[in-house]
């Protein structure tokens, strides 16, 4: 069965072509690339977290979605899932240098809705591309995607921050290009939340837009 190129959620995968189409293309899902001498040498846990990440969509991301606990966004090329990213809501401590260096608005600060420091979010725990389609410019295209999305659904939700939940050492000279920082203290595990204000994305998409 051929499908069509483009960006859809798990569930309307399903719904158009069906699960057994769908997991036929996630079992051949593979970000991690054997022959990335470089992140192979710099990266202690590379493979460790790219097999981490094809585990959660192969095993997770649709019974998630349908739990309504995380949706997760296919990227369609080639028939084939040439990527992914998992979103869903959840809530964000900030420190005082972050809301400072982000522009976050004022109006915000002392508020009832500022509850101890954390505000509502959009959360990505997942995004990646297969290792077929990296190094190509396609991540970033699919990153920006990812903020349309995300732009909609904050409007939609009342959102403040996109949040990378637990980034990846090897993924962080990517994020660092769209700008996300760290925006609390270090995670326990080694890796750390990365988060940039929906200001920020929504001047991302404007800019990319004019160019």
């Given at each position: 069965?051929?499908?069509?190129d483009?960006?859809?959620?798990?569930?309307?995968?399903?719904?158009?072509?069906?699960?057994?189409?769908?997991?036929?293309?996630?079992?051949?899902?593979?970000?991690?690339?054997?022959?990335?001498?470089k992140?192979?040498?710099?990266?202690r846990k590379?493979?460790?977290?790219?097999?981490?990440?094809?585990?959660?969509?192969?095993?997770?991301?649709?019974?998630?979605?349908?739990?309504?606990?995380?949706?997760?966004?296919?990227?369609?090329?080639?028939n084939?899932?040439?990527?992914?990213?998992?979103?869903?809501?959840?809530?964000?401590?900030?420190?005082?240098?972050f809301?400072?260096?982000?522009?976050?608005?004022?109006?915000?600060?002392?508020?009832?809705?500022?509850d101890?420091?954390?505000?509502?979010?959009?959360?990505?725990?997942?995004?990646a591309?297969?290792?077929?389609?990296?190094?190509?410019?396609?991540?970033?295209?699919?990153?920006?995607?990812?903020f349309?999305i995300?732009?909609?659904?904050?409007?939609?939700?009342?959102?403040?921050i996109?949040?990378?939940?637990?980034?990846?050492?090897?993924?962080?000279?990517?994020?660092?290009?769209?700008?996300?920082?760290?925006?609390?203290s270090?995670?326990?595990?080694?890796?750390?939340?990365?988060?940039?204000?929906?200001?920020?994305?929504?001047e991302?998409?404007?800019?990319?837009k004019?160019?």
């Amino acid at each position: 069965m051929v499908i069509e190129d483009g960006i859809l959620t798990t569930d309307v995968f399903v719904k158009q072509y069906g699960e057994d189409e769908l997991e036929k293309r996630i079992k051949k899902f593979d970000c991690y690339d054997p022959k990335n001498k470089k992140c192979l040498k710099k990266y202690r846990k590379y493979k460790k977290e790219c097999n981490s990440i094809n585990i959660f969509l192969n095993s997770n991301a649709h019974s998630y979605s349908k739990l309504n606990y995380v949706k997760t966004y296919l990227l369609i090329m080639n028939n084939e899932i040439a990527g992914y990213a998992s979103l869903r809501m959840g809530e964000l401590r900030l420190i005082k240098n972050f809301k400072t260096d982000h522009h976050f608005p004022k109006a915000l600060n002392n508020t009832s809705l500022d509850d101890g420091g954390r505000y509502s979010s959009l959360i990505i725990d997942y995004f990646a591309i297969d290792k077929k389609y990296q190094h190509k410019y396609i991540g970033s295209s699919f990153m920006k995607k990812i903020f349309e999305i995300a732009t909609s659904l904050a409007e939609q939700a009342g959102c403040t921050i996109l949040k990378i939940s637990n980034a990846v050492e090897s993924a962080r000279g990517f994020y660092d290009k769209f700008k996300f920082t760290v925006p609390n203290s270090r995670n326990n595990n080694g890796t750390c939340d990365l988060a940039m204000s929906m200001l920020e994305v929504r001047e991302t998409l404007k800019e990319n837009k004019e160019h």
